[in-house]
Structures are given as C-alpha cells and as structure tokens.
Nanobody
Framework: QVQLVESGGGLVQPGGSLRLSCAAS????????MGWYRQAPGKQREFVAV???????NYAESVKGRFTISRDNAKNMVYLQMNSLKPDDTAVYYC????????WGQGTQVTVSS
C-alpha cells in the first residue's frame, strides 16, 4: 500500500508563487513515476507534470516554463514549484504514484485570485 499526502496549497494573487509538497509512505520504490494532476470545478482531472525515478520530467503545455516538478527519493517527497500563477490554475491538485497500482492523495486546493 502507498499513502500520499499533499500540502502547500492556498490562496495566492495572480503572478504569485506556491510550492506544493507530496509526502509518500508505504511500499514506495523510487523507480516509479510520480506526478501532479489537477481538477478545476466542473472539469475533468488533467495532467500537470510527471517525473521519473531518474529525474526525467514532462509537463502540460499550459504550465511549461512556469511550473517545476522535482523529487527527493531519499525522503519520498515530490514537489511542484508553481510560479507566475494565473486564475486558470485554480484547482484541486493531486499527487500521483504510478506503481504496479495507481495511488492518489486527497488533494490540496490552489486558488489564484485577486
């Protein structure tokens, strides 16, 4: 079993920054991909960013150049640094562990508003 706990969400003004953290526990293997997804009100959950165990990354076009995903395998942590935030980034952000099974955290709310 794998448990994921996100933190770091909140209310921020347009143009501001936030750093999300995801603490993973349980049967974690650093070889597996971890990532961030988000779901805005009335919309389907969408891909934001992923990172492999070796550190290779991939981003949604909408966040390229503004968001940075990173991980600390020794601490079983994944991070999402979000800069130049826009109102369209408002959503619940979910951490994902893509092992033999898919695991999700409970989500953390990010609201970008003036």
């Amino acid at each position: 079993q794998v448990q994921l706990v996100e933190s770091g969400g909140g209310l921020v003004q347009p143009g501001g920054s936030l750093r999300l953290s995801c603490a993973a526990s349980g049967s974690i293997l650093s070889m597996y991909v971890m990532g961030w997804y988000r779901q805005a009100p009335g919309k389907q959950r969408e891909f934001v960013a992923v990172i492999s165990g070796e550190g290779s990354t991939n981003y949604a076009e909408s966040v390229k150049g503004r968001f940075t995903i990173s991980r600390d395998n020794a601490k079983n942590m994944v991070y999402l640094q979000m800069n130049s935030l826009k109102p369209d980034d408002t959503a619940v952000y979910y951490c994902n562990y893509r092992g033999p099974n898919d695991y999700w955290g409970q989500g953390t709310q990010v609201t970008v508003s003036s």
